[in-house]
């Protein structure tokens, strides 16, 4: 079963920074985009970012100027530097390499174990 392997994640003050990474099998990582999306309690899982093999990148409105996420092609690694988190950035955060449909990239079949974000005081 092919599984993305996240780490990061952790507990932080608001105005903190932290950044969670993803790895994944070479032959998913080389022909995905590679995305991170969010759940928080009671609410639906949402897109944060994700980013192409081209490195175009797409953000949530919400995390747009906070959150950077990038790639390594070499490492198959996707990363997501989190700056100036917000209470409300608490959520668990999901590795997903993403599927083209219809011209589109939407969430894909593969996902990472989540990882917990909790920003409080």
């Known amino acids: 079963q092919v599984q993305l392997v996240e780490s990061g994640g952790g507990l932080v003050q608001p105005g903190g920074s932290l950044r969670l990474s993803c790895a994944a099998p070479?032959?998913?990582?080389?022909?995905?985009?590679m995305g991170w999306y969010r759940q928080a309690p009671g609410k639906q899982r949402e897109l944060v970012a994700f980013?192409?093999?081209?490195?175009?990148?797409t953000y949530a409105g919400s995390v747009k100027g906070r959150f950077t996420i990038s790639r390594d092609n070499a490492k198959n690694t996707v990363a997501l530097q989190m700056n100036s988190l917000l209470p409300g950035d608490t959520a668990v955060y999901y590795c997903n390499a993403l599927k083209l449909s219809w011209g589109q990239w939407t969430q894909g079949d593969y996902w990472g174990q989540g990882t917990q974000v909790t920003v409080s005081s």
């Open positions: 070479r032959n998913i990582f080389s022909i995905s985009a």
């Open positions: 980013i192409t093999s081209g490195y175009a990148t």
